[in-house]
């Protein structure tokens, strides 16, 4: 068990390790000179050279390269090229709004996934099961900024029961601390990006569950519960759905990063002030050690919720045995 | 369409029967362009223009490539096209006679990361280029610039092509503007901004999608956080509506010869701290500015060589050469910083220069003072009741992810003024709606083909002018353009009232009189329809 933990935590770390090198390889070898957009045209040939060795542009590659890892090992992210101040702070701050989004409705997806899908495989071959696997395979589908525009359109917009976007009201905090989190008005804004992103991530969880559902469902275990005469709600939550969710439990880590990267599109439609938005303006920037960083954070989130994942197989399910 | 391609066939092939000798086919044109996905009216508009020199028997082939980058590397730096569709936003220091004219096209400029982009060389545009630049009388310094212009319409660096017309919008329920102001960047002008009366007890709120990257004065550079800055720090001179300077902490400016100017700083006033507003600031702030070489403003002080105090309320400016554009773009630029705050700066906080200064609580002596900023969603710049601009309601800017919905929240009653500008479609929809009032503002900027004279196929003036005459302009502007967009014969456009030369004629869409001048030019067509070079 040791053994195999420490070797997948190896494996982790060169993932991560490549992961980078080539990141910091792919922006850099856009064609064109990257750092047109970050410098001006407009600027004095003189002050260009001065920003470009500001930010180390002037150095060969290689050489760039060594000192962005070197700056990584001691989690420096290097400076904005647009705000020209440490990335890890503008990262910071945005970090926990997307957490605050993404989680709770992520956690909701998957709660009514597990529940929905569940329903559905005990029923299965019903009128319910036809609708609910067309509705969730269309909602899966269907972008999701189309349907964040669409709910804005009807329910911002034509009804009046949100607001069009935003973390807060504008004006009604002036301080940046806690209080804006735990305000009605913070709740008000957030019920409608969560509803919409839960509704887009419920599909996975739920046809995961339902498939998952439908193998349990033939096993002796649950043709023997219903000979010792059990109720069939009983045997439904007791029996076959607890043994249905290992595929849910491990799935929910390792899709962390991927849902952090979700964000990127629920943020912009709905205005929310968190990392997927910052991402979207460093990338239309071209400001590199943002976007760096923001891909970076993702990269390790899925990676590391990767091996949560196989660690949490063999946890939830004693017949796994590592080797 | 296929009759209509029929003809044009038919017309191509007449004329080619009549070329006798026949120099060298006219190279393919590689036309720099904007991604179709994005930057849709722009790629439209490329595509008509070649569509039009497309009938004249030229080869054009639209290369669209990634905004920002590649594109702006190959348009700036490594010059790579043959004519590219140059888009140059309008900005109230671009009034400037100076900005559109010698310094786009003086083939001083031409190297890369230079303004010149097409590397344009014309013996009369650089002659008149360096005259206007050391004239400060303006009304002397306007027979120059006409003729400049005229010079710039004759050679046809590029083709002019319309200059935007930017809708924004007010919800007047909560916002009133009692004096509107047309200036060339709308709602964001500074006098308009002043202006702003909040009808409730709450800010004014203002929707845009662009955050502040910066409220270091020495470290902004762009149009978007220049404007806040102005609102927190006075500059001497402001750009008025109409182009021309007005006196701001300045009383008054007297140039006394071509390379003196003196300025008289207003008195008894203070900065945000209370402390008062003297000529010591003025003079620290210009030696800062230069001493610090920030980027942005170093080439508006490459000509002062010193400044002075001369008395409590005078500055004396000495300049290494006559230098007109002087008053608006350096007067008209440099933020005047406390001394009190930024001299030692670098010493207290050990940083390394004063661009690395984070100035998160700005003390300036501008009509608004930052009360706070949460970055990516609100910026409140609180006004100040002792300023002589007299600034009449908070203004409190929301930051929205995307364009669309900065829009259906203005409707909505969610923020009181769009800075954000309007779609078309919006546009005609909002102009009904009896809670919104819709404002036009004509961007000094516009769109154009620049034409890259350092490479071989527009080196002839001739082709040059003849091809202005093969762009279908009212198409482009109704069909591409929604029908928000004016035309102008010189790049110093109408808007630019005072400095523009209205007596260009605009040049038509006529296909037979650009064949005409082509012809006249020795230029002829061979059997496939195709233009030859005069041989």
Same mark, same amino acid.
């Given at each position: 068990m040791g053994q195999f933990i420490f070797k997948r935590f190896w494996h982790m770390c060169i993932t991560l390790f490549v992961m980078t090198t080539l990141m910091f390889f792919m922006f850099r070898l856009l064609p064109g000179d990257p750092t047109a957009t970050v410098i001006s045209?407009?600027?004095?040939p003189k002050a260009q050279e001065a920003l470009r060795q500001q930010f180390g542009l002037d150095k060969p590659l290689l050489e760039q390269y060594f000192v962005y890892m070197k700056n990584l090992a001691f989690f420096d992210f290097g400076i904005s090229f647009h705000t020209t101040r440490p990335v890890s702070e503008a990262i910071q701050g945005r970090l926990l709004n997307t957490i605050l989004l993404v989680l709770p409705s992520m956690i909701a997806a998957y709660i009514m996934g597990a529940f929905v899908g569940a329903m559905v495989a005990w029923r299965r071959g019903s009128k319910f099961e036809t609708i609910l696997v067309l509705v969730a395979t269309a909602l899966q589908s269907a972008p999701v900024f189309w349907l964040g525009m669409l709910a804005i359109l009807y329910f911002s917009i034509q009804l009046d029961m949100f607001p069009v976007g935003h973390i807060v009201s504008p004006g009604m905090f002036p301080e940046a601390n806690w209080d804006m989190y735990f305000s009605t008005d913070f709740l008000h804004h957030l019920a409608l990006p969560f509803i919409v992103n839960a509704l887009y991530q419920f599909c996975f969880p739920f046809l995961l569950m339902r498939s998952s559902m439908l193998s349990t469902i033939g096993e002796d275990y649950i043709e023997l519960a219903r000979m010792k005469g059990l109720r069939e709600n009983r045997i439904l939550y007791r029996h076959a759905m607890r043994n249905s969710l290992l595929p849910l439990a491990t799935t929910l880590p390792m899709i962390l990063g991927w849902a952090v990267a979700g964000s990127v599109v629920i943020e912009t439609v709905f205005s929310w002030p968190g990392l997927g938005l910052l991402m979207v303006e460093a990338v239309g920037r071209a400001d590199y050690p943002m976007v760096q960083a923001s891909f970076l954070l993702i990269a390790v989130l899925t990676v590391v919720g990767t091996f949560v994942a196989d660690m949490l197989y063999g946890l939830l399910d004693p017949r796994i045995v590592y080797n | 369409m296929f009759k209509r391609i029929s003809v044009i066939a038919g017309l191509l092939a007449s004329t080619a029967t009549m070329a006798y000798a026949e120099g060298d086919k006219v190279k393919e044109i590689d036309f720099l362009t904007w991604p179709a996905a994005k930057y849709q009216h722009y790629y439209e508009t490329s595509n008509y223009i070649a569509e039009g020199w497309r009938k004249l028997g030229l080869e054009v082939k639209l290369n669209p490539a990634p905004f920002p980058s590649p594109m702006l590397s190959m348009w !700036? &730096?490594?010059? &790579?096209? +043959?004519?590219v569709l140059s888009v140059l936003s309008g900005a109230p220091y671009r009034m400037e006679p100076d900005f559109f004219t010698n310094a786009q096209f003086n083939s001083a400029h031409g190297k890369p990361g230079d303004w010149n982009v097409g590397e344009f060389s014309d013996s009369e545009v650089d002659e008149l280029g360096l005259k206007q630049l050391?004239?400060? +009388?303006t009304k002397k310094r306007l027979d120059v610039v006409l003729d400049l212009q005229k010079a710039l319409y004759r050679s046809q660096p590029e083709a002019i092509v319309a200059s935007v017309i930017v809708t924004t919008g007010i919800n007047k329920e909560m916002v009133e503007i009692p004096n509107y102001e047309p200036a060339p960047d709308g709602l964001r002008s500074i006098w308009n901004l002043m202006q702003m009366k909040s009808l409730n007890e709450k800010a004014v709120l203002l929707g845009q999608t662009i955050d502040q990257a910066t409220f270091n004065p020495l470290a902004a550079n762009t149009a978007e956080d220049f404007i806040n800055l102005s609102l927190i720090y006075d500059r001497l001179i402001e750009l008025g509506a109409d182009g021309k300077p007005k006196n701001r902490l300045a009383s008054a400016i007297n140039v006394i010869d071509e390379t003196t100017i003196e300025v008289d700083v207003r008195s008894g006033h203070s900065f945000s701290d209370g402390k008062p507003v003297g000529v010591e600031d003025v003079k620290f702030s210009f030696d800062y500015f230069k001493e610090s070489e920030s980027a942005y403003f170093k080439k508006y002080l490459d000509r002062v060589e010193s400044v002075e105090i001369i008395d409590a309320d005078t500055v004396r400016f000495k300049l290494t050469k006559a230098y007109a554009p002087f008053i608006l773009h350096t007067l008209g630029q440099i933020f005047i910083l406390p001394k009190h705050v930024w001299e030692n700066v670098v010493k207290d906080t050990g940083i390394s220069k004063p661009q690395e200064y984070r100035n998160q609580n700005p003390i300036g002596s501008g009509p608004y003072s930052l009360k706070y900023w949460k970055e990516g969603q609100e910026i409140y710049l609180a006004k100040r009741d002792?300023? !002589?601009? &007299?600034?009449?309601s908070d203004l409190l800017y929301v930051i929205f992810g995307s364009a669309e919905i900065v829009g259906s929240a203005l409707k909505k009653g969610e923020i009181s003024v769009s800075l954000q500008p309007l779609v078309p479609t919006v546009v005609k929809e909002f102009a009904q709606e009896p809670g919104l009032k819709l404002f036009r503002a004509k961007s000094n900027g516009y769109i154009a083909a620049r034409y890259n004279v350092g490479r071989e196929v527009f080196k002839d003036q001739a082709l040059r002018q003849a091809l202005a005459y093969a762009i279908p302009y009212d198409k482009i502007i109704e069909e591409v353009l929604g029908g928000d967009a004016v035309r102008s014969a010189s790049q110093i456009v109408p808007i630019n009232g005072f400095w523009h030369n209205s007596d260009l004629k605009l040049p038509d869409y006529n296909i037979e009189k650009a064949r005409k001048m082509l012809k006249d030019a020795g230029y002829t067509w061979d059997s496939e329809g195709m233009l030859r070079k005069p041989e």
């Open positions: 045209p407009a600027l004095y | !700036f &730096k490594e010059h &790579k096209f +043959d004519v050391g004239i400060y +009388d002792d300023h !002589f601009l &007299k600034p009449a």
